[in-house]
């Protein structure tokens, strides 16, 4: 915008010396600017309230009713016009201090006339530009939660990718070991419930809930011989049932995305004792996704039937829970297991389901074979 352009431009002067005042209205009218006048503090409020203007020219002495003066509550309250202090010679050094934080420009009283054009002028110009920096600031503000929401978005789809490809990963896993499908998903379900109850951040749920999913990731080494084997397993086949963790943790151990989900994966067959597998690491010195992933894991595998054993009763997994607090299981995690599930009801609906089918075999076996083709029809 050119200094031309500045014309017509509404500029409000307010001052208390009438002839000062007056004669500085005719010089901008004049000058093509579209000026008006105020003679008091309360005339100068009122004017801006009531009409846009592009420019102020404030005497520096002008206070308001309560005696503060007026030109700092002016550009508190109307940032954006130009504003100038109007001082006597002997204040000039004061109304000087003021710019260009509080005030844009100074014009002393003696140099009125010849100084008034190019002053407004300076004025007008650091509103202009302030004003397009208001803007600028605006469109950058703008730009700036448009490209966050694309990012959130974006987040969301990645997550739900990352999702998606974790549990088709972890189907897969589940489905060579028959009748233990879905082990993970629970597993994961169950992490995240203790999880919530031990009061963790969000962020460290989810990060576990992903690790529980993929703790059993290394059993993809694992040949069918020795993983689905339905009776007891020698001494070499622990072996290489036992490398799991290790295999599993060598799959994600670059990924940083997955350091929980490695912690979860070499760490869910340790001990709180540190007589567990691979490292051998007790107490704290494993970490606590790891921790919950081991009590989740142990109360899955005692409450679904296994290749090796049928699901065993509440009574009993209690009991191994309580037996095993604080050399097996972090007593914290097993507390919070012992308030979250009292009973089957409370476990996953696979668990619910094996143990009705187990209560039902026996009686199933006992009846007449109409009667029981009927029953397992229905």
Request: hydrophobic content about 40%.
């Amino acid at each position: 915008m050119h200094f031309a352009s500045f014309h017509s431009r509404r500029i409000l002067v307010a001052d208390r010396e009438t002839a000062q005042r007056e004669r500085v209205v005719g010089l901008l009218n004049l000058d093509g600017y579209a000026a008006r006048s105020a003679g008091d503090a309360e005339a100068a409020l009122a004017a801006l309230r009531g009409t846009p203007y592009d420019a102020v020219l404030c005497d520096l002495r002008l206070c308001d009713g309560a005696g503060a003066p007026l030109a700092p509550r002016l550009r508190e309250e109307w940032p954006q016009p130009g504003l100038v202090l109007v001082a006597a010679p002997e204040d000039a050094g004061l109304a000087l201090a003021a710019v260009p934080d509080a005030a844009d420009d100074v014009l002393r009283r003696d140099r009125c006339p010849e100084e008034l054009q190019l002053t407004v002028r300076r004025a007008l110009e650091r509103a202009r530009l302030r004003h397009e920096n208001d803007e600028l600031r605006a469109a950058l503000e703008r730009e700036m939660r448009e490209r966050a929401r694309e990012l959130r978005r974006s987040l969301r789809r990645a997550g739900r990718a990352y999702r998606l490809a974790l549990e088709s990963l972890v189907a897969a896993l589940d489905a060579r070991e028959g009748e233990t499908q879905r082990h993970s998903k629970r597993v994961a379900e169950y992490a995240l419930r203790l999880a919530e109850v031990m009061q963790l951040p969000e962020r460290h749920k989810q990060k576990i809930f992903h690790g529980a999913l993929l703790h059993d990731l290394g059993k993809i080494g694992i040949p069918d011989s020795v993983l689905l084997k339905p009776g007891p397993l020698t001494a070499e086949e622990w072996r290489v049932m036992r490398s799991h963790p290790r295999v599993g943790f060598g799959i994600v151990r670059d990924l940083p995305f997955l350091r929980t989900a490695a912690e979860c994966i070499v760490g869910h067959h340790e001990r709180y004792d540190g007589q567990g597998y691979p490292l051998g690491l007790r107490g704290t010195q494993l970490p606590r996704a790891a921790r919950i992933v081991a009590v989740a894991d142990a109360l899955d595998a005692m409450s679904v039937q296994r290749p090796y054993r049928r699901a065993l009763p509440y009574s009993r997994i209690q009991e191994e829970l309580l037996t095993n607090r604080g050399t097996q299981f972090d007593p914290e995690v097993t507390d919070a297991a012992m308030q979250l599930f009292r009973g089957y009801g409370d476990l996953h609906p696979d668990a619910q389901r094996a143990r009705r089918a187990a209560e039902l075999a026996p009686r199933l076996e006992a009846e007449p074979e109409p009667n029981r083709s009927a029953r397992l029809a229905a």
